[in-house]
């Protein structure tokens, strides 16, 4: 937009976004004003809307439009404007009256908060605020001091840690004076707390804005004025607790406990809090007998986070004979974990994880049996969290609420049963069953329990509880509610390990899961047990390959889903992997046949796909993956695979599906999976297949650039690079690959709309660089795929940019590694010419990537590069290091977001020193976070 456009044009286009009923116009109104705001003339156009104020919309689009330029475009303004700027905005917030918009507001103090983190020159922000507004505009200040420390510890302005720290000391120097503040108007409103809710809820959010970025300081806040009320509103005789008010005073005294957490030394403090938050038990339960649940929630986060707080002490200072006084806060949690809904007790997972990290760190039998008797409560009542409503029929759905969450406790038992032990768990559960008044949902939740630590009990050990829960469960009634017996059957499949240190009960096992398989309901869960007892068992199986392949003809009879046939299909094929060679030809040859006869009959129908039915090619490919996958056979030295003389048969089928269903991308996607398998299955034996293969792909890729046919290449590479043979036909096609690749990549945003051939792309690369690398080092292609690896470095996307990194590694440790090996001369030289001429630039654009580009959580990919680069050469790579950190920009009066040249050169030092990829890690970070 380069002419500033008349105010009139821009309330038209307002009212046409917020009034006009038609989308069209809808959408074109928030385009033009989307490309408004990125506009210069943005910043006028917001201000004299705010001055205007002709009407709600207008006013909150200048408002949005404002807080959006500051906090991504402050540098267009010149430094002379900041404060002009600044004054027109304490102009506005001067203007607020009660019925002004609160999301005007927000808005509005938001940007005056992002302008003072961003306005160098602005010293002692947040006082020069009070001296204005603290007699006038409570309200927008209280928002502004509320928001300042979540915008300085936030990440979506680029402040850099220089800046960071400036900011953070300033705001220690003004927190003295927050704090009088604060406790004034807490003195002030503390009056009628149903008059003045939304001023106490801002006053306590603004303390704990303040406290969570450790301005203002723990000493002596146990008589601080903030924390008493805070105290007072959690306290169930204060009626006037509403709502927001409660959840306000909650956020205060959990950060005052995380902070209490990271700042142990507290004493007077620590003891403050804990005595005023176990006072809250009885208040705790009074909100569940009002019914509550809000506050309920509230006083569940409230006493776990004061045992997060002193877990440490906890564990450390319990002995044999006595336990920490602060125990009681597991007390405390124990009762929440005990309320009738299970969204409080879900609150608590997240300590019962760290305490059970905790004792398995130590290691201690003495301490851990000391926690034995709090996980045994808590076991028992997620056991009673974990029953359905009586009147419940049917299964659990997908998706519902209630089953995620029996998810997670499946989950956290697993984590914890070993402090209370295996067996132990499951004999308590068997008992529970035992009781002969427990209703069907009682005993399906104990079933459920049992489920989730059966793998985690001895299965050589354990002769007496489980041979009695197999016997029950094989003697099940049908009447008997289905959930009992779907949680059963899977109760059944978890304990495969069982079963196979216990054949002699495998028959009756088998027979009972396969009768079950037609029964609705429970065929889903029959056919993941049998998954689990064929693919554990599958040694004792064999025999019984035919009656599985009888099972497998009438499959899609029973009314099971795909994932669940898929599944019995893969514990199918694990065990005709066991099975005599002959014999596991034919029934390797059946299996498959299974599969490819429907996939033949589509492509000589020419029938047109249709998703998620019989027609579609992909369910029958998905299946075939499935066995081809799960077939492992063991060869001695050069021994002819029993398997090739059947995927030499199921090749042809493939062919004709590439050639038929080319242009859709989903069913190439299946295809090429289905051959990597197969190719896997009969590692390096079917070169007869190869030459076909090669030129089937590279024809439709020319065409189509589905990126899976780059990964089939790396599959093939992998495989038959080795052979001297066929390593110049492999080396043709990557040639062929390249030029439809770097045409997709040469588009407008190229790089970043395929993120996909990215990844597939240098997989094959980095194949070729482990299998064949002097053919591959010699090849014309390196160049232009070293130019796009240079370009790749900087996109944010995780999978392509690690296969990006890895084939850099690849390149630089190849070469160094091996040097006992005849050819390591000729690598080594090679890799030279190439750092020689590439060197600096692969450095200065890692740098430039982890700076500008990548989240914190890729840096390591990258670290990996580096130290190889280091180990290849640390003299040159110094230089080149000490070159890229030269590029980029450094910190000076008017810049914030940037290191000073005393800080580039210490991270300089770091990495020039470091010897581990870890290490180069934590001083990337550190690089990253002045830039940010």
Aim: net charge negative; glycine share 4%.
């Amino acid at each position: 937009m380069e002419e500033k456009p008349t105010l009139d044009l821009v309330y038209l286009a307002v009212s046409a976004l917020f009034d006009n009923p038609n989308a069209s116009e809808n959408e074109k109104a928030s385009q033009w004003l989307g490309n408004l705001q990125k506009s210069v003339h943005a910043w006028t156009i917001a201000d004299e809307l705010l001055h205007h104020k002709k009407d709600l919309q207008s006013c909150y689009f200048a408002a949005q439009t404002m807080r959006s330029k500051i906090q991504n475009n402050f540098h267009e303004l010149p430094q002379e404007a900041h404060s002009s700027l600044r004054d027109s905005l304490v102009e506005h917030i001067s203007q607020i009256n009660e019925s002004t918009s609160a999301v005007i507001v927000t808005q509005l103090c938001l940007a005056l908060a992002d302008l003072a983190l961003q306005m160098t020159s602005w010293k002692r922000a947040p006082l020069d605020l009070i001296n204005k507004f603290s007699q006038t505009n409570v309200w927008p200040l209280l928002e502004i001091l509320t928001v300042l420390p979540e915008e300085v510890e936030g990440r979506a302005i680029r402040l850099g840690e220089n800046r960071r720290q400036e900011l953070l000391e300033d705001f220690r120097q003004c927190a003295s004076t927050i704090d009088q503040f604060l406790i004034h108007c807490s003195n002030h409103y503390a009056g009628n707390l149903h008059e003045n809710v939304q001023v106490n809820v801002k006053i306590l959010r603004c303390f704990t804005s303040w406290i969570s970025i450790g301005a203002i300081l723990l000493q002596n806040l146990n008589e601080n004025v903030v924390i008493v009320k805070a105290f007072q509103i959690l306290d169930s005789k204060n009626e006037a607790s509403v709502g927001s008010l409660h959840d306000a005073a909650t956020d205060c005294i959990c950060m005052l406990l995380q902070c209490l957490e990271d700042n142990n030394n507290q004493h007077q403090l620590e003891t403050f809090l804990f005595n005023n938050v176990v006072q809250l038990e009885m208040s705790y339960h009074i909100s569940v007998a009002n019914e509550d649940q809000e506050k309920s929630m509230n006083f569940c986060r409230i006493f776990t986070e004061l045992a997060e707080s002193f877990l440490e002490k906890i564990i450390n200072n319990s002995s044999r004979e006595s336990y920490h006084f602060a125990v009681k806060a597991l007390d405390l949690v124990l009762i929440c974990v005990g309320h009738h809904d299970y969204e409080v007790a879900e609150i608590t997972f997240n300590l019962w994880y760290v305490l059970s990290e905790e004792l398995y760190q130590k290691n201690s039998g003495q301490i851990t049996e000391l926690f034995k008797p709090f996980v045994e409560r808590l076991i028992t009542a997620l056991c009673r969290h974990c029953q359905m409503e009586p009147d419940h029929e049917g299964l659990l759905e997908d998706g519902d609420d209630f089953k995620d969450f029996r998810s997670k406790v499946s989950d956290l038992i697993k984590d914890v049963v070993f402090i209370v032990g295996s067996s132990n768990c499951f004999r308590q559960m068997f008992l529970n069953l035992q009781n002969p008044n427990a209703t069907w949902d009682q005993s399906e939740a104990s079933l459920f329990v049992m489920q989730a630590v059966a793998k985690n009990v001895h299965p050589s050990s354990e002769n007496e509880v489980i041979p009695k829960v197999v016997e029950a469960i094989l003697n099940i009634q049908g009447q008997t509610h289905i959930a009992v017996r779907y949680t059963s059957v899977m109760l059944l499949g978890e304990l495969c390990e069982w079963v196979e240190k216990h054949p002699d009960s495998l028959d009756l096992i088998l027979h009972f899961l396969v009768s079950s398989l037609p029964q609705p309901g429970i065929s889903a869960a029959s056919a993941a047990a049998l998954q689990n007892i064929c693919t554990t068992c599958n040694e004792h199986m064999a025999r019984h390959v035919p009656f599985l392949i009888q099972i497998l003809h009438q499959v899609d009879t029973f009314g099971i889903s795909n994932n669940a046939i898929i599944g019995l299909l893969r514990g199918v094929a694990a065990i005709i992997g066991c099975m005599p060679p002959n014999d596991m030809v034919v029934a390797f040859r059946e299996v498959s046949f299974i599969q490819i006869n429907p996939l033949c009959h589509l492509i000589e129908q020419n029938t047109s796909p249709s998703k998620g039915t019989k027609s579609d090619p992909v369910l029958w490919l998905d299946r075939l993956s499935s066995v081809l996958r799960n077939i492992h056979v063991k060869l001695k030295g050069d021994e002819h695979h029993p398997c090739k003389t059947v995927v030499l048969e199921i090749w042809p089928v493939l062919s004709k599906t590439f050639d038929r269903y080319q242009a859709d991308v989903r069913i190439m996607e299946r295809c090429c999976r289905c051959v990597r398998f197969m190719l896997r299955c009969v590692s390096q034996q079917v070169k007869e297949i190869l030459e076909n293969l090669v030129h089937q792909i590279i024809v439709i890729y020319s065409t189509y650039k589905h990126s899976c046919f780059l990964y089939v290449g790396s599959i093939l590479v992998d495989e038959y690079a080795a052979d001297v043979g066929c390593v110049h036909g492999l080396l043709d096609m990557m040639n062929a690959f390249l030029e439809p690749t770097f045409r997709l990549f040469q588009e407008e945003n190229g790089l970043r709309n395929h993120p996909d051939t990215i990844d597939d792309f240098f997989r094959l690369c980095a194949r070729f660089m482990q299998r064949a690398p002097i053919p591959f080092l010699q090849s014309t292609a390196l160049n232009p795929i070293l130019q796009c690896a240079l370009s790749a470095c900087s996109l944010d996307h995780k999978e392509a940019n690690t296969s990006v990194m890895k084939f850099l590694y690849d390149l630089i440790s190849t070469g160094q590694v091996g040097k006992m090996q005849s050819d390591w001369n000729s690598r080594n030289s090679l890799v030279k010419t190439i750092l020689n001429e590439f060197g600096q630039q692969i450095i200065t654009n890692l740098i430039h990537a982890c700076v500008f580009y990548l989240h914190s959580y890729m840096l390591c990919e990258v670290s990996d590069v580096i130290v190889e680069l280091l180990e290849f050469n640390r003299i040159v790579t110094d230089k080149w290091l000490a070159n890229a950190l030269d590029t980029l920009p450094k910190q000076d009066n008017g810049g914030i977001n940037a290191a000073s040249p005393q800080q580039l050169k210490e991270i300089h030092a770091t990495i020039s020193k470091a010897d581990t990829s870890k290490a180069i890690t934590h001083a990337l970070k550190d690089l990253t976070r002045f830039y940010r």
